[in-house]
């Protein structure tokens, strides 16, 4: 099985799929990729490599467990007294140790998808954990104040411009690597996870022919949304620019070329099943609060396969 993933609603899921069974593998969101303080932050390739490897904070969602913030404190201080921006994204030390690994790997030459397997290993991770693509690609937001990449949007302004639009910036240019290629044809299977279907998900279905791909796969896909309200981030915003309804029934309608099968909450009362046709439809409980429920979860969709 292949799950695609992005931003922290994939990853507590995938927390679940390693304690029941070992057997996928991940292809992860890149657009959110940035480079401050001289390295690079994929958070969300590090938050499947944290997950998979059991020292992700648990209560983000992103970072390592116990992590110290010594060196990011020292350097906001030093910013501050010089009077610039500094380093407005919270840096762990232990997670600075990843990024400046990765980056390391990048300046000698090493492409996205090299640097992420070794990452990976150095971890003891059994799965194969997969950049998008090896190219480099930004989500963009435009809002009323400009273009600003994703993490300045979300991170540093805290998501609170008025969103106009999403883009990402040389999705044109990228290619599917062999290794994608190779898992494309080698499974049938894939799982797109509770993520936001815009920022997390879309930058993965249009890398090159991507998105074509799956249509003769069994897509399952799991919805982010209960009722009108995300679960967590930005996807009420980022819908409703693309035109969708904030609620799974828009969901549905963004993967309807792609999808055999649709996961909503139990509780969900908005589920309009004529705006979910030709789709199997199952509900149970979505929200994902801590490893029991994951599992759960997690167990739940290994029973539809």
Known sequence: MIVLSGGTGTPKLISGLKQIDEDFNIIVNTGEDYWISGNLIS????????????????????????DTFVTHEEISRMAYNAKVKGEWMQIGDLDRATHIFRSDLIRENKNKTEATLILAKYFGIK??????????INTIIKTGEGEMHFQEFWVYRRGEPLVEDVYFRNIEKAKITKEIDRLLKEEDTVL??????????LPILSVENFRERLKD???????????????????????????????????????????????????DNMIDKKKIKDIDLYATDILIENDEKSKKLAQFIRNLL
Request: glycine letters at 8%; a negative charge.
């Open 43 to 66: 958070p969300d390739i590090d938050s499947v490599i944290y997950t998979l490897a059991g020292i992700i904070d648990k209560e983000r969602w992103w970072g390592i467990k116990d």
């Open 217 to 267: 796969k069994y897509v399952i896909s799991i919805s982010p949304i209960i009722g009108e309200k995300p679960i967590s981030g930005p996807a009420a915003s980022f819908m409703q620019v693309k035109g969708l309804e904030v609620s799974s029934n828009g969901v549905a309608e963004f993967y309807k070329d792609i999808l055999d099968v649709f996961v909503v909450d139990y509780r």
């Open 192 to 201: 797109i996870g509770p993520s936001n279907p815009i920022s997390s998900i």
């Open 127 to 136: 799965q194969k954990v997969l950049p998008m693509c090896n190219e480099d």
